[in-house]
């Protein structure tokens, strides 16, 4: 902060830049953010990569949902940045990597007259409209499980040590249900 200061018997105006003491030598905090593992670091780069490629793939074949489905995976890699506090597990930055690549190639790869969301094998449920092995019911349900992991690590389980570790559970997963 720059602060008029008046010295000396002809008061002339001297600026100061007045340094708190708390920002002096200031000592990281548990709020801190941990710098990125070299596996993060490498997801970060594949999901980015997936993203760049998945967009410019949207955009040339004409999906009308391109623009929400690349939208939606950097929103939350945003939201996954800022809730980061600690390193992830590997295996969790991998896998969140994967599942931005299964959410975009879903809606935006084409598979005959529709989206490889609908493609399926194996027989086909008239009841249920849909086959029994269908890229859909894959794919959902692996963002679900990858999400509800990254919702345990990143949000519940710094609070795991209380007595509400069952309601932590069902805050992870419903959390995760949402967004998978």
Same mark, same amino acid.
């Given at each position: @902060?720059?602060?008029?200061?008046?010295?000396?018997?002809? @008061?002339?105006?001297?600026?100061?830049?007045?340094?708190?003491?708390?920002?002096?030598?200031?000592?990281?905090?548990?709020?801190?953010?941990?710098?990125?593992?070299?596996?993060?670091?490498?997801?970060?780069?594949?999901?980015?990569?997936?993203?760049?490629?998945?967009?410019?793939?949207?955009?040339?074949?004409?999906?009308?949902?391109?623009?929400?489905?690349?939208?939606?995976?950097?929103?939350?890699?945003?939201?996954?940045? !800022?809730?980061? *506090?600690?390193?992830?597990?590997?295996?969790?930055?991998?896998?969140?990597?994967?599942?931005?690549?299964?959410?975009?190639?879903?809606?935006?790869?084409?598979? &005959? *007259?529709?989206?490889?969301?609908?493609? &399926?094998?194996?027989?086909?449920?008239?009841?249920?409209?849909?086959?029994?092995? *269908?890229?859909?019911?894959?794919?959902? &349900?692996?963002?679900?499980?990858?999400?509800?992991?990254?919702? !345990?690590?990143?949000?519940?389980?710094?609070?795991?040590?209380?007595?509400?570790?069952? *309601?932590?559970?069902?805050?992870?997963?419903?959390?995760?249900? &949402?967004?998978?």
């Amino acid at each position: @902060m720059i602060r008029p200061t008046y010295k000396g018997p002809d @008061m002339t105006l001297n600026k100061q830049i007045s340094r708190s003491p708390t920002r002096r030598g200031r000592e990281p905090t548990c709020s801190s953010r941990a710098g990125l593992s070299r596996v993060e670091r490498g997801s970060v780069q594949v999901a980015a990569a997936a993203v760049a490629s998945f967009g410019v793939y949207g955009f040339a074949t004409g999906s009308p949902s391109t623009v929400g489905y690349v939208s939606s995976v950097i929103a939350i890699g945003a939201t996954i940045g !800022w809730l980061r *506090q600690a390193v992830l597990p590997g295996l969790l930055a991998a896998g969140l990597a994967i599942a931005a690549i299964a959410t975009l190639a879903g809606e935006l790869i084409n598979v &005959g *007259q529709n989206v490889l969301y609908n493609a &399926g094998i194996g027989p086909y449920s008239k009841t249920l409209a849909t086959h029994f092995l *269908q890229y859909d019911h894959l794919a959902h &349900g692996y963002v679900s499980f990858v999400a509800a992991f990254a919702c !345990w690590v990143m949000l519940a389980a710094p609070h795991a040590g209380t007595d509400h570790r069952r *309601q932590l559970v069902f805050v992870a997963v419903g959390a995760a249900l &949402g967004l998978g």
